[in-house]
């Protein structure tokens, strides 16, 4: 049973009255998704736990700053996405300058049907990506960020963004058209 509104709404509002079983209840519920959000954007698993728990530890302290403005879950999912990038600044994210590309007229000529590659090799071939690359795929294509936020969260041009999307896109394009094409 999906939790309902109201029953999210009392959870925040036992939490942030220090009920520790309604914070591992409301961590029950969106650490999953936090997670695998993590180990998409990060390339070591303890990285991505930690990333985690210090994510949740931060929610929890702010808990009374959360407006209800946008759900819960996509003020955590906020949260999470900025601890990811503080680890990768940590870590010393390493982004390819790659000159300027013509977004407009460049293509990827791809023909295949990808409904049949098993999602997991997808995962895989996301995280074997270049990691400038992969965490700008994953803002961009999985989170929905636009190529300005991004790079204002990077630090990094517009067109360094756009450049790394589309470096990773036509890596991931190839590896999956050899899976589709069988070489």
């Known amino acids: 049973m999906k939790p309902t509104l109201e029953l999210k709404t009392e959870l925040i509002d036992q939490c942030i009255r220090g009920d520790s079983r309604a914070q591992f209840r409301l961590y029950k519920l969106y650490s999953k998704a936090m997670y695998n959000i993590c180990t998409r954007m990060l390339s070591n698993s303890h990285d991505a736990e930690d990333v985690l728990q210090e994510s949740f530890v931060n929610a929890f302290s702010k808990l009374k700053d959360f407006k209800g403005e946008s759900t819960f879950g996509a003020w955590l999912k906020r949260i999470v996405i900025n601890k990811c990038i503080s680890q990768l600044r940590k870590n010393k994210l390493k982004l390819v300058e790659t000159g300027n590309v013509d977004f407009e007229k460049t293509e990827l000529n791809f023909v295949a049907d990808y409904s049949a590659i098993n ?63 069988g070489n």
């Open 119 to 181: 999602p997991e090799y997808i995962h895989h071939a996301i995280k074997e990506l270049p990691e400038g690359s992969r965490v700008i795929f994953n803002l961009f294509a999985l989170e929905g960020y636009k190529h300005k936020e991004i790079s204002e969260l990077l630090g990094i041009s517009e067109s360094t963004s756009k450049t790394q999307y589309f470096r990773a896109r036509s890596i991931l394009m190839n590896k999956l058209s050899v899976t589709v094409n």
